[in-house]
C-alpha cells in the first residue's frame, strides 16, 4: 500500500501535526497588534493551518492516485479491480455523518451565493469572519482528520491537545479574576467580573471550557482507577508515583477548567457544562452498570432542576443579577436582562423566517436583516440603537441565515452524530473505550445546549467537527484503522483497563464479536522463534515497506489511456487547487496586515483629537491626523484585491470620519497656512471615501448616514453663507440611513435637526422642513422616550412652532407650543442630554420672555452661569454672562429662593 512509504508517512505526520496545532492554537492564540485582537485572528490562523492541511493532502493524492487509478480500472497485477463507484458508496454508507456534512456545506454555500449581501456572506463579516469560507474550513477539517485517524495514540494525542490547550486559556481567567492579569483590557475591573481570558467574551471562555471538561474526566477517571488497582506487588514505585502525579495532575487541569466557567458568570455554557457532566456521567453508569452512580447523576440532575427552578420562580429575586455566582440562580427573562434580551430576538425572528424563509438572509449579514425587524422593547434593557448580528441561539441563527434547508441539514448533521456516538458508547466494554465515547458525546450534547442560549465560534465549532471528525473513524469499521482499535478494545476487556496497541490488526466487525491479533502478540510469537525466523521476518516488513513505497510508481506504466488521461487532469487540478490555496494563504496575512495598519490609524486619530485644541500643539495633531489618514489607506491597500466589493467596509466609514476631523481641523487655520480651498479638497476626499463605503456594503445605514452628516457640516461651517442644495443632498442621505434603519432614534433625531437648520436658511420652506422636522423627531421620542438628545431637539422645534403662531398672533396656539417647549428641555435635562448645558440659557429665557416667570429664569440663569465659569458652556464675549447675571439679579430682588447646592 502506498501508506507505508516514506513520502506519505511524512505527510501522514504533517497533518497530524497540523490539527493538533489547530486543537492547541485556536483557543490560545490572540494577537495585540490589531484592532480585533481574538475571533478574526483565530479563524485565520484556522485558516491558514487548514489550508496547509488541504496542500499536503493534494500532494499525497497526486502521489497515490496512480495506485487506486489501477485497482479501479483493473491493472494491479494479483489484486482483483474494484469499482471507484462501489468504494465510494461503501465508505459512505459506513460513514453517514459526512453525507450530513456534504449537504449543509452545499446549503450553506448556496445560501451565501443568494444573500443579500454575497460577498460578506461568502467572505465572513468584518467582526466575525464566520461566513462560507470558514464553515468550508471546518467541515474540510473534518474531513482530513476522519481520514487520517487510524491508531488509537493519534486519538490519545488528540485528547492530549484538547487538554494541554484548555489549561492556559483557565489559567489565563483566573489570574483575571484575581486582578493579575499583564494586559489591560478594560478599566473597573470588568474583566475580574467575568473573564474573558485568550477568547476574549466570558461566553466564548465558559461554553470552551465546557467542551474539554468531559475529555478531562475521561483521562481522570482511567488515572483514579489505575490508582487505586496500583499495588507494590505488581507496579514500581516509580511507576505508582507517577500515576499519582498524572491523577493530581488531570484534577489540577479539571479544576482550573471548572473555575473558569464560574470566573465567566456565563450561564448558557454553565448549564451545557452540567448538562455534559451528567451525559458523562449517565453514559459510563448504565453501561458499566455503576449503581452509585447512576443513583448520583439522577439526583444532581433532578437537584439542578429544581434549584434553577425554585430560583426562577419561587424565590424570585427583585435586583437583576450582576456578577459572581448569583448570576447562575437568574436564567428566565423577567429575572435577567440577558435573557430577555434572547427571548425578545428570538421571538422577532419569526418575522425574519417569514421574509426569507427558504434559504435565509445569507450568513454573516443577519444585523442588516434585522434591521427592519427590530423588536422596540428591546431598548429597554439594551443600548438604545445596538442592533444584533446573532440571535444567541445556534439552531436560529441556522434557520435565519440558511432558510428551512439549512436548518434541517444542520439537525440532520447533529442528529446522525449524536446517534453515532450512542452508538459507540453501546459498542464500549472497556473503560478506557467507554470513557472516551463518553467524552465525545457528553462534549458534543454539552455544546448543543450551551448553543441553545449562545454563539458559535471559532474554539468550539473547530472542536464540534474534530468530535464529528473522531467519531465517523471510529464508527467506519475500518480494522487496519482507528475503528480496529476501537472494536479491538471491546473484544479484549479480560479486566485490565486498556486497548490494543496501534499496530495490532484487528479482524472485527460492528458486534464485536471477533479476534484480535495485537503488536504485543506478534511480539510473544517473535520471541517463541529462533533468530534466523526473527530476522526474515523484519526483512519481509522492510521489503513490503519498500514495495509499498515504490507501489505508485511502478503502476504507471501499466496504466491504460483512459485512466492516464484522469490522473493528468487530475494533477493539473490538484495543482492549480495548491496554488489557490496559497493564494488564500496570502490573503488571509493580508487581513491581518490590514487590521494592524487599522489599529495604528486609530491610535493617530485618538491621538490627534486630543491634542488639536491644545496651545501650541496645532502643527503636531495636523501631523497626526495625516499619519491617521496614511495608516488607514495602508489599510485598505493591504485587504485582498480580489475580493470585491471587499468586506472590510469599516475601513472606508473611519477613514472618512478622520477626514472630516482633519478638515475641521485645517478650518481653524491656527498657522494661518490653511485655505478654504484646502477643506474643500479633503471634504470631498472623505465623500469619495463614504460612497465607497455605501459601495462596498449597500445596506449598512452608517454609510449613508455619515454622507448626510458631511453635507450637513459642509454646507454650514465651510463657507460664509451656508449652501442650501447641500443640506438638500444630506437629508435624501439620511432618507436612505432612515430607510435601512428604521429603529435607529439618532438618525431620525439628526434628520430632524438637519430639516430644520434648512427651514432657519429657507424662509419659504420654513413651515415644510419644520414640519418633516417634527415627524421625525416624534418617531425619535415614539421609538426611544429616554433620549435626552431628541427631547433637547424637540423642544427647539417646538420653539418654532411657537414662533409660527406669535407671527400669526395666535397667543394661545404660541403658549401652548411654549409650554410643550418647555416640558420637552426639561425632559431633556432629566435624561442628561449631550450638550445640556446650552438648555439653561434657553429655559431662563423663556421663562423671563414667554412665562414672565422671575424666580424660575433666576433659578436656570444661576445654573448658566455655574456652566460657564466651569468651561462647560461657551461664552466668548461674556454677553450671555451678563444677560444670566440680569435675570439672576431680578430674581434676587424679587426674593425668590433658589437652589444654589
Known amino acids: 500500500m502506498p501508506r507505508t512509504s516514506t513520502l506519505v508517512r511524512l505527510i501522514d505526520g504533517l497533518l497530524e501535526m497540523a490539527w493538533l496545532f489547530i486543537i492547541v492554537g485556536v483557543p490560545v492564540f490572540f494577537n495585540v497588534r490589531d484592532y480585533r485582537v481574538f475571533e478574526p485572528d483565530k479563524i485565520v490562523l484556522l485558516r491558514n493551518m487548514v489550508l496547509v492541511m488541504v496542500a499536503l493532502f493534494l500532494i499525497k493524492a497526486i502521489y497515490v492516485a496512480p495506485y487506486y487509478l489501477a485497482q479501479w480500472t483493473g491493472n494491479v497485477e494479483g489484486q482483483a479491480s474494484r469499482s471507484f463507484s462501489a468504494d465510494l458508496k461503501t465508505g459512505l454508507r459506513r460513514r453517514p455523518i459526512i453525507i450530513a456534512a456534504l449537504v449543509f456545506a452545499v446549503v450553506y454555500v448556496i445560501a451565501s451565493l443568494q444573500s443579500i449581501l454575497p460577498t460578506i456572506s461568502f467572505w465572513g463579516s468584518y467582526d466575525r469572519l464566520e461566513g462560507a469560507y470558514t464553515y468550508l474550513t471546518y467541515i474540510a477539517l473534518f474531513l482530513l482528520v476522519l481520514s487520517h485517524i487510524r491508531t488509537w495514540q493519534q486519538i490519545e494525542r488528540l485528547v492530549t491537545a484538547v487538554i494541554f490547550a484548555s489549561v492556559p486559556v483557565a489559567a489565563y481567567s483566573w489570574l483575571q479574576h484575581f486582578n493579575s492579569d499583564p494586559l489591560i483590557w478594560a478599566s473597573n475591573g470588568v474583566t475580574a467580573q467575568r473573564t474573558p481570558s485568550t477568547l476574549g467574551n466570558p461566553i466564548f471562555l465558559a461554553a470552551y471550557l465546557c467542551m474539554t471538561v468531559p475529555f478531562t474526566l475521561h483521562r481522570l477517571s482511567l488515572k483514579i482507577v489505575q490508582l487505586l488497582k496500583t499495588s507494590a506487588e505488581t507496579t514500581s514505585n516509580t511507576e505508582q508515583l507517577w500515576t499519582a502525579l498524572a491523577t493530581a495532575g488531570y484534577a489540577a487541569a479539571l479544576g482550573l477548567q471548572l473555575g473558569g466557567v464560574s470566573f465567566s458568570g456565563s450561564r448558557g455554557p454553565a448549564l451545557g457544562l452540567l448538562a455534559a457532566i451528567i451525559v458523562f456521567g449517565l453514559a459510563v453508569a448504565v453501561r458499566r452498570r455503576i449503581t452509585w452512580l447512576l443513583r448520583l447523576t439522577t439526583a444532581l440532575a433532578v437537584l439542578l432542576v429544581l434549584v434553577f427552578g425554585a430560583t426562577n420562580t419561587v424565590f424570585r429575586g427583585s435586583d437583576k443579577p450582576g456578577a459572581g455566582f448569583s448570576r447562575f440562580l437568574h436564567l428566565l427573562p423577567s429575572e435577567s436582562g440577558s435573557s430577555e434580551v434572547r427571548s425578545l430576538l428570538w421571538t422577532s425572528s419569526l418575522s425574519l423566517v417569514k421574509e426569507h424563509p427558504v434559504l435565509g438572509c445569507g450568513p454573516e449579514v443577519l ?474 440659557p434657553r429655559l431662563a429665557e423663556l421663562y423671563r420672555a414667554t412665562f414672565h416667570d422671575t424666580c424660575s429664569a433666576g433659578q436656570y440663569a444661576f445654573f448658566g452661569l455655574q456652566n460657564i465659569r466651569s468651561g462647560a458652556l461657551a461664552d466668548p464675549d461674556g454677553s450671555l454672562a451678563a444677560a444670566l447675571q440680569n435675570m439672576l439679579t431680578a430674581a434676587t430682588t424679587h426674593g425668590c429662593h433658589l437652589v444654589t447646592q
Request: net charge neutral.
Open 367 to 840: 444585523i442588516f436583516c434585522w434591521y427592519p425587524h427590530y423588536p422596540t422593547e428591546l431598548r429597554k434593557v439594551e443600548l438604545a440603537n445596538a442592533a444584533p448580528d446573532r440571535s444567541h441561539d445556534e439552531e436560529i441563527d441556522v434557520l435565519l441565515t440558511s432558510g428551512i434547508i439549512g436548518e434541517l441539514a444542520y439537525l440532520a448533521f447533529l442528529g446522525i452524530t449524536t446517534t453515532v456516538l450512542i452508538h459507540l458508547v453501546r459498542r464500549s466494554t472497556n473503560l478506557r473505550s467507554l470513557t472516551f465515547a463518553a467524552a465525545l458525546l457528553a462534549a458534543f450534547l454539552g455544546h448543543i445546549v450551551e448553543g441553545l442560549t449562545g454563539i458559535a465560534f471559532s474554539a468550539t465549532l473547530s472542536t464540534l467537527w474534530l468530535i464529528a471528525a473522531v467519531a465517523t473513524a471510529l464508527y467506519a469499521g475500518d480494522p487496519a484503522g482507528a475503528a480496529g482499535s476501537y472494536a479491538g478494545a471491546v473484544v479484549t476487556d479480560s479486566g485490565k483497563e486498556s486497548l490494543p496497541t496501534d499496530e495490532g490488526r484487528v479482524a472485527a466487525d460492528r458486534t464485536g464479536k471477533q479476534s484480535v491479533a495485537t503488536r504485543g502478540g506478534q511480539a510473544k510469537h517473535q520471541r517463541e522463534l529462533g533468530p534466523r525466523a526473527r530476522a526474515a521476518m523484519q526483512n519481509q516488513r522492510r521489503a513490503l515497506d519498500r514495495a509499498g513505497q515504490y507501489a505508485a510508481s511502478a503502476v504507471l506504466g501499466r496504466l491504460k489511456g483512459g485512466a492516464m488521461a484522469i490522473l493528468g487532469l487530475s494533477a493539473i487540478v490538484a495543482l492549480a487547487a495548491i496554488i489557490f490555496a496559497g493564494a488564500l494563504f496570502v490573503s488571509n496575512l493580508q487581513i491581518i496586515q490590514a487590521d494592524a495598519s487599522y489599529r495604528l490609524a486609530q491610535n493617530y486619530e485618538v491621538a490627534a483629537g486630543q491634542v488639536v485644541n491644545k496651545s501650541g500643539q496645532y502643527q503636531e495633531a495636523l501631523a497626526t491626523y495625516q499619519a491617521a489618514i496614511s495608516s488607514y489607506q495602508d489599510a485598505l491597500n493591504s485587504v485582498p484585491t480580489w475580493i470585491d466589493p471587499p468586506p472590510q467596509d469599516a475601513y472606508y466609514l473611519f477613514l472618512g470620519k478622520t477626514l472630516l476631523e482633519y478638515a475641521d481641523a485645517l478650518r481653524l487655520n491656527k498657522n494661518g497656512t490653511s485655505t478654504p480651498q484646502q477643506v474643500d479638497g479633503v471634504l470631498q476626499q472623505a465623500l469619495n471615501i463614504f460612497l465607497q463605503a455605501q459601495k462596498a456594503n449597500p445596506l449598512n445605514p452608517d454609510h449613508p448616514r455619515n454622507i448626510g452628516k458631511l453635507y450637513n457640516y459642509w454646507a454650514t461651517t465651510v463657507y460664509k453663507t451656508p449652501d442650501v442644495p447641500k443640506l438638500v443632498l444630506g437629508d435624501t442621505y439620511f432618507a436612505k440611513a432612515s430607510s435601512l434603519a428604521p429603529h435607529n432614534s439618532d438618525i431620525l433625531d439628526e434628520w430632524g435637526v438637519l430639516d430644520m437648520t434648512i427651514g432657519n436658511l429657507d424662509a419659504t420652506q420654513a413651515h415644510a422642513r419644520y414640519a418633516q422636522a417634527l415627524d421625525h423627531l416624534m418617531k425619535a421620542r415614539n421609538l426611544y422616550p429616554e433620549s435626552g438628545a431628541v427631547y433637547r431637539d424637540l423642544g427647539t422645534a417646538y420653539a418654532k412652532y411657537s414662533q409660527f403662531a406669535t407671527d400669526q398672533h395666535q397667543s394661545a396656539e404660541s403658549l401652548k407650543y411654549a409650554r410643550l417647549q418647555e416640558q420637552a428641555w426639561l425632559t431633556a435635562l432629566k435624561y442628561n442630554a449631550p450638550q445640556h448645558e446650552m438648555l439653561y
